[in-house]
């Protein structure tokens, strides 16, 4: 595992070594100080940070300057990660020291258990050069636990400081230790992340200590034999669930299936392997199998199947026309089986309009103008986008669904995966499939193609080809099956889609683009009386780049 950079790693064994002297400088100076090892600990540190520097900046020009292998970069980013952390493990001894001029006597310090503490973390820094180079997984795993341990530590003496505190005894001398021994804990954290950037060079991707436990656990559950380094292990990025999402991929073990661990919020993946159950009970082969499920404390981990193919966004970008036609085909006539399938007749209230006011601050936090406050022209007034969001709110009251089908949730244009070769299509990301109004899905659908990011003509092009499509098939769907006030619905629907999307939008002309469409549909459903609103049409050139 061991890659030369000349000055590089002869100045990270020294940093190495200047932090566990800085470890054992300060344990002596806590058991017997004096002016002498205090000095020793002060000067060293601004060694110590010299050496941080040198180091991060070899590192920056190294991957400014040269060209790479992977595998050399990896290295690179965790050295610099572990330098960062070494060097403030360095400042959490200074201010140890500096703390102890604050105690009656140096030697009320022993009243409580430190000096195992200090031996562990002296032995885990010892421990961190070995493991990058041997690319030791248990290693990095050990450097990781470290922090449960000092935390169980620090809990201890706390506990101790806390009974103390309460009947008023020593109260400066506990209070000084108690910020003594929290500066231990706090280098647990940092040996922590020094784990975790271990684990990153030898298993290739950034993941924290819980979540490679659960993808462990759940690979042993789901029948490999062999080590967590037997699979490749590849990040996918852009959710903005809070969720990890990786790919897995067997290397030279035929046990590791081609598969996808999420690990996240637990009600989330919970919720996500119920409704994954339950669409394989109804439609089997249409979304990813589960092949097991971990839960632990507050987060729950899954690991489901791989389904091969492109998203569908990816088909119309794709110059092959005839791709996104039989994509377009083949989506459209397995969401009409889904919808025929579990359509239950019964009204159904919808609350797609009490959305905007409930994403309203998050909104505003990215765009706080995107709020229009009451206007007029002269003597005609102009509502404000709160009486709008009442009006339509008002609206959607008088309109319930009149009936309801098992629904996607999350229906964005990259969560249906499209497979040309076996002519099939799959949904993905399922946590919030429910019995519900498919306008909502229609209407998330639609505006997750406004929003795609290409605006040159040609791509633009097959961007309104897709919404036109998918709305004629919505809208036949609902003539179909006695639904009159599906364009209401889809307005409402399209203009909460739009204003809520705003959130995720930094481009301000694009945002502010699709604010000014929600509001204007939104003025088109207000202004019509309530006799006159059952003849509204929904207009589709809103949705035309």
Known sequence: MHRHFEGLDENFRFLILEVQ?????????????????????????????????????????????????????????????????????????????????????????????????????????SDILPTLHKANLSGALAICRMEAELDAMYKGNFDKIMIHLRIGRNVEDHITSLFIIRYLERIGDSLLNIGEALLFVIIGERIKIQQFQALQRNLTKSGLQG????????????????????????????????????????????????????????????????????????????????????TLDEAIFNPDEEILENALFIFEQTLQHIWEQTLNRFELPTNMMRQVGDRMSSILQVHPELMRPPLGIGSQPIPSAGELIKGCMDIEARYPAPFSVFTHGDFNINNVIYNHQNQKVYFIDLHRSQHADYVQDVSVFLVSNFRLSAFDPLSRGRINQTIASFYAFAKSFAQAHDDPSFDIRLGLGVARSLYTSTRFELNRSFAHDMYNRGLFLMERLTEKAPEELAGFSFPLEILYY
């Open 227 to 310: 080590e967590v380094t037997d699979v490749d292990f590849q990040g996918i990025w852009g959710s903005r669930s809070g969720c990890r999402i990786a790919r897995v991929e067997g290397k030279n073990t035929p046990q590791a299936r081609d598969s996808i661990f999420k690990e996240g919020n637990l009600r989330k993946i919970r919720q996500e392997k119920i409704n994954l159950e339950c669409w394989n009970e109804i439609f089997p082969g249409l979304v990813p199998r589960v092949f097991s499920y971990q839960e632990e404390g507050e987060n729950a981990s899954l690991l489901t199947e791989f389904l091969a193919g492109c």
């Open 21 to 125: 002297n800085q470890i054992k400088a300060t344990i002596e100076f806590l058991l017997a100080p004096t002016p002498g090892t205090y000095d020793k600990i002060i000067n060293k540190d601004d060694y110590i940070d010299n050496l941080k520097n040198v180091i991060e900046n070899t590192c920056f020009t190294t991957l400014s300057q040269t060209k790479l292998s992977a595998e050399q970069m990896k290295y690179l980013r965790a050295v610099h990660v572990i330098s960062i952390n070494l060097e403030r493990i360095g400042d959490y001894c200074v201010n140890i020291a500096k703390q102890m001029g604050y105690l009656s006597s140096p030697r009320f310090l022993e009243n409580f258990d430190y000096r195992e503490s200090f031996l562990k973390i002296h032995q885990t820094i």
